[in-house]
């Protein structure tokens, strides 16, 4: 048997830090379309004041919040939230009659982006304007669903819905994409989110993934309404810059695949054999990967 020789670690090093240097370039550029992408334009708002030790926020560095939301799966998580939260006719018929996802897709990631960088790292004060804002937003968004009931959004049960459906859709992703995660910890992500959701004005929040699960399967009249066929077709094709359609796609597949069988069909996202296990978790996982790399390391505040 011939042996390969051992290469010694200091020639590995030089390698490893040549390839990086001639790397950069590649690294940099993709940096700056995926901050482009996720950023959004410029809103013109203050900095966010993080969380330090003297006030570590809603949930603090030691926070299952934290690790969760510091993950790059958030991006394919969130998307699973939208494309589930269609299937809700009053939440739908309030995004159709109120929101401008169509004409501003990347602002409104933006400010969703903001949101959830505000209540997870920000201070208390930054996080509790952050809900402020949102709560004033929701008291101007009501009005009367296509099948003639009235909706708002700052009712506890549609509240409850979106909340609930957010949490399970990023712990989801994180299970799927994100590092091993321990049912003791899972349920401990669930309740600490519940604050939140309360703190937005919803009642009906689960403290436990399994009491999560339950909750949102149990939801009654769940449908498909044309507003909602009009969001998912707008969710996985949308007005974006040609240059960002190729990652969105793999974004937009990793999401539908995470998705409850029923919904998919419903929604008409029937999977083909093989596909999902074959061709989008482990291009998902790369791009995750890739993003990881571009961007760096997930800035944190100090805890």
Do not use: C
Request: glycine share 10%; aromatic share 6%.
């Amino acid at each position: 048997m011939q042996l390969v020789p051992r290469i010694p670690p200091l020639v590995t090093a030089a390698v490893e830090a040549a390839a990086g240097v001639a790397l950069r370039p590649a690294r940099v550029a993709v940096g700056r379309v995926a901050r482009s992408a996720l950023a959004g334009p410029p809103t013109g708002q203050p900095e966010l004041a993080f969380a330090d030790a003297e006030d570590p926020g809603l949930f603090g560095p030691g926070s299952m919040t934290w690790r969760v939301h510091r993950d790059r799966s958030m991006v394919i998580g969130g998307l699973r939230a939208l494309l589930l939260q269609v299937m809700h006719p009053l939440a739908m018929a309030g995004v159709a009659q109120h929101s401008a996802y169509r004409e501003d897709p990347l602002g409104r990631l933006a400010r969703t982006g903001r949101f959830v960088a505000s209540t997870t790292y920000g201070t208390t004060p930054e996080a509790h304007r952050a809900i402020a804002k949102v709560r004033g937003i929701h008291g101007r968004v009501e009005g009367t669903a296509a099948d003639g009931r009235s909706y708002s959004a700052n009712d506890p049960a549609l509240l409850a819905w979106v909340h609930n459906v957010e949490v399970d859709s990023f712990l989801a992703a994180f299970r799927r994409y994100g590092p091993e995660i321990r049912a003791a910890e899972a349920d401990q992500y669930v309740a600490e989110m519940a604050g939140l959701g309360r703190r937005l004005g919803a009642i009906d929040v689960p403290e436990t993934e399994a009491d999560l699960r339950d909750w949102i399967a149990s939801v009654p009249g769940l449908a498909v309404s044309a507003d909602a066929r009009d969001a998912v077709r707008f969710l996985v094709l949308p007005n974006l810059p040609v240059r960002m359609l190729p990652t969105y796609g793999v974004v937009a597949a990793a999401a539908i695949d995470l998705l409850p069988g029923t919904t998919r069909r419903a929604l008409g996202l029937v999977p083909l054999p093989l596909v999902d296990p074959l061709i989008v978790r482990p291009t998902a996982a790369a791009l995750l990967g890739l993003l990881g790399w571009a961007l760096g390391p997930a800035p944190l505040p100090r805890g």
